[in-house]
C-alpha cells in the first residue's frame, strides 16, 4: 500500500495530546507520514520529546471582524 501523508490535530490538552501520539506512533510503524499539529503549550513540546514525529503548531486569534485565524508552522 502506498504510504499516506496523515495530519493530526492534538494540542492543548492531555485528552487530545496523548492519543494523537499514540496514533501517530502506530502509523509510523505502517509505513504512514503523520503530522501532529500541537499547541504552544510547554505540555505539549514536553510530551513529544525524543519522539520520530513531524510536528506543527498552530496559533489562534481573533480578528477585527469577529472571525478566528489560524496559523500554521511546520518542524521538518
Not at 492531555?14 to 496514533?23: K, R, Y
Not at 504512514?32 to 486569534?61: F, M, Q, Y
Amino acid at each position: 500500500m502506498k504510504p499516506f501523508h496523515i495530519l493530526i490535530p492534538c494540542g492543548g490538552t492531555g485528552g487530545h495530546l496523548f492519543p494523537g501520539i499514540a496514533v501517530a506512533e502506530k502509523l509510523i510503524e505502517k509505513g504512514h507520514h503523520p503530522l501532529l499539529i500541537l499547541s504552544d503549550k510547554p505540555v505539549d513540546r514536553e510530551a513529544i520529546k525524543n519522539k520520530k514525529i513531524l510536528l506543527g503548531t498552530h496559533s489562534l486569534w481573533q480578528d477585527g471582524q469577529g472571525c478566528f485565524q489560524v496559523k500554521l508552522s511546520l518542524f521538518l
